[in-house]
C-alpha cells in the first residue's frame, strides 16, 4: 500500500503543472523599444534587413500591441509595468501642479500602485530595471535600479552625490559611472546613426531651432549610455528579470517626415487626412515605405541589440519580452504618436520567446495592460486583483492555474531635486511635449 502512495505521488510530481518549482528558476528579459511599429519593421524585414526581428516573429508570439490614451510614454510605461490604468496608478500625465502654480515633473513618487519588479521583490525574486521611465527615486528592490534620472545626467554631468541618488543600491554607482560617454562622433559611429542635424542642415534648415535636433547630441549620448550600462549590469550578475527601456524609436520617428524624399507623397497625405480624416491604405503603406527608409539606421541599431539578447535569452533558458508603448500613425501634422480625437492610439509592438512559447503565432487581442498580468503568469506568481489586464495565454503551449491578490507598494522615497526637475522639463521642452 505503502509503495502504492508513493508511486502515485511520484506520477503526481512529473505529470501535474508545477506550482512554484521550475518557475523559481524562470528568468525574462523585457526589452522596451519607444515608438517601434511594425508598420515601419515589416517593409525592412521584406528588403532583407532585420534580421533578428524576423526571428522573434518566426520562432515566437507576436502581436500589434493596443495601446492606450493619451499616448504619453511616461504614463504608458507605467500602465506597462503595474498592469492599471493611469487612474489607479496615478501617473496621468508628465506634468503635475503644486502650490503656487509650480510644474513638477511626475516621479515614481507618485505613483500609488507596485510595478512588478516590486511584486517580484516580495517573493525574493531579482531584478535589474534600467532606464525605464520615472523610476526616480529608484525602488529598494532586490537587485539593481539604473533611474531614468541617470540619462539627464550624461550630458550634464552634474555632481556625483547627486548622481548615486539615481541608482540602487549605490554601490553599482561606480560601475554605471564607467558606462558615461561623451564622444558624440563616436557614438554615432558605433551606433550606426547618421547625423540628423547635418542631414536637415543640407535642406536648408537650422537643426538649433527644430525641437528634438537642438538636442539630438544628447539624446544620442543617452542611447549609447543605455546600451553600455545594461551590459554592464548584465555581466554583473544574474537576475530573475531583467528590463532595458530605449526610447530611441520614438526621439527620430518624431522628426523622420522632414526626409521623406517624395515631399508630393507627403503633401498628398497630409491634404487627405486633413479634408477628409483619413488616408488611403495605399498611400499610408507607401508612406510607410518611404519613413521606413529614413528610419532604417535605428531599426537596424535596434536589431543588434535584440539579437545580443535573444542568444542571451536562448543560453539562459529565458524568456525574451519585446515591446513598444505605441506606434506612430500619419496625422495631420505628419507622423505622431499624439492625434487628433477621431484616430485611434497607434498600435505598437509586441514579440515573446521562450520556453512553451509557440512559434510563428499572431495573437489577435494585446494591450499595454497584458504585460505586467503575463509577467507574473509566466512566474506562476498570484496576478493583482484590481490589474485593468489579463495575462497571454494563448502565447503559449503550456496552461496553469490563474490566481489572485491584492499587492500595495510597501516601501517607497517620496523625493524631489529641484535640479533634475529642471533638467526633466528641459528634455520635455526639446522633445516639443510641453
Not at 549620448?221 to 524609436?249: C, H, Q
Amino acid at each position: 500500500m505503502k509503495r502504492t502512495f508513493l508511486l502515485i505521488a511520484l506520477i503526481s510530481l512529473i505529470f501535474l503543472p508545477s506550482c512554484g518549482g521550475r518557475e523559481k528558476n524562470t528568468r525574462v528579459i523585457l526589452l522596451g523599444f519607444d515608438g517601434a511599429d511594425w508598420d515601419f519593421i515589416e517593409p525592412l524585414m521584406a528588403r532583407g534587413y532585420l534580421p533578428h526581428f524576423r526571428r522573434l516573429r518566426e520562432r515566437g508570439t507576436w502581436a500589434r500591441l493596443r495601446s492606450m490614451k493619451p499616448t504619453l510614454s511616461a504614463v504608458i510605461w507605467t500602465t506597462i509595468a503595474t498592469g492599471k490604468r493611469m487612474e489607479k496608478h496615478g501617473i496621468v500625465d508628465w506634468l503635475y501642479v503644486k502650490r503656487h502654480n509650480i510644474k513638477v515633473p511626475y516621479n515614481s513618487s507618485e505613483r500609488r500602485e507596485p510595478a512588478v519588479w516590486e511584486i517580484l521583490d516580495q517573493y525574493g525574486r531579482s531584478s535589474a530595471v534600467i532606464n525605464w521611465f520615472l523610476t526616480f527615486p529608484p525602488d529598494r528592490i532586490k537587485g539593481v535600479v539604473v533611474s531614468s534620472a541617470m540619462r539627464e545626467y550624461v550630458v550634464s554631468k552634474k555632481d556625483p552625490e547627486v548622481l548615486r541618488q539615481a541608482v540602487y543600491p549605490p554601490r553599482y554607482f561606480p560601475l554605471v559611472k564607467k558606462c558615461m560617454v561623451w564622444n558624440f562622433p563616436e557614438s554615432l559611429k558605433e551606433m550606426g546613426i547618421p547625423d540628423y542635424r547635418e542631414m536637415a542642415r543640407a535642406m536648408g534648415k537650422d537643426p538649433d531651432k527644430l525641437p528634438i535636433l537642438n538636442s539630438f547630441r544628447a539624446f544620442v549620448l543617452m542611447e549609447k549610455f543605455t546600451e553600455n550600462v545594461g551590459e554592464a549590469i548584465w555581466k554583473s550578475g544574474k537576475y530573475d528579470f531583467f528590463a532595458l527601456y530605449f526610447r530611441w524609436p520614438d526621439v527620430i520617428t518624431h522628426i523622420s517626415g522632414m526626409f521623406i524624399r517624395d515631399k508630393a507623397l507627403v503633401q498628398r497625405a497630409l491634404e487627405q487626412v486633413r479634408k477628409e480624416h483619413r488616408l488611403d491604405p495605399e498611400l499610408r503603406r507607401a508612406l510607410d515605405q518611404e519613413d521606413a527608409q529614413v528610419l532604417l539606421p535605428v531599426y537596424r541599431w535596434l536589431d543588434r541589440i535584440l539579437g545580443r539578447y535573444m542568444d542571451r535569452a536562448r543560453k539562459e533558458n529565458a524568456y525574451l519580452l519585446v515591446l513598444s508603448d505605441h506606434g506612430f500613425d500619419f496625422g495631420p501634422n505628419g507622423y505622431n504618436h499624439e492625434l487628433p480625437d477621431w484616430m485611434e492610439p497607434p498600435l505598437g509592438i509586441l514579440g515573446i520567446m521562450g520556453p512553451g512559447v509557440k512559434e510563428g503565432h499572431q495573437l489577435k487581442k494585446a494591450s499595454v495592460y497584458d504585460i505586467a498580468p503575463t509577467l507574473l503568469y509566466l512566474y506562476d506568481l498570484p496576478l493583482g486583483k484590481e490589474m485593468d489586464g489579463r495575462p497571454l495565454m494563448d502565447a503559449f503551449k503550456f496552461s496553469r492555474k490563474v490566481k489572485y491578490r491584492r499587492y500595495f507598494r510597501r516601501e517607497f522615497i517620496k523625493k524631489h531635486i529641484k535640479e533634475l526637475d529642471r533638467d526633466t522639463l528641459k528634455e520635455l521642452k526639446s522633445l516639443g511635449y510641453i
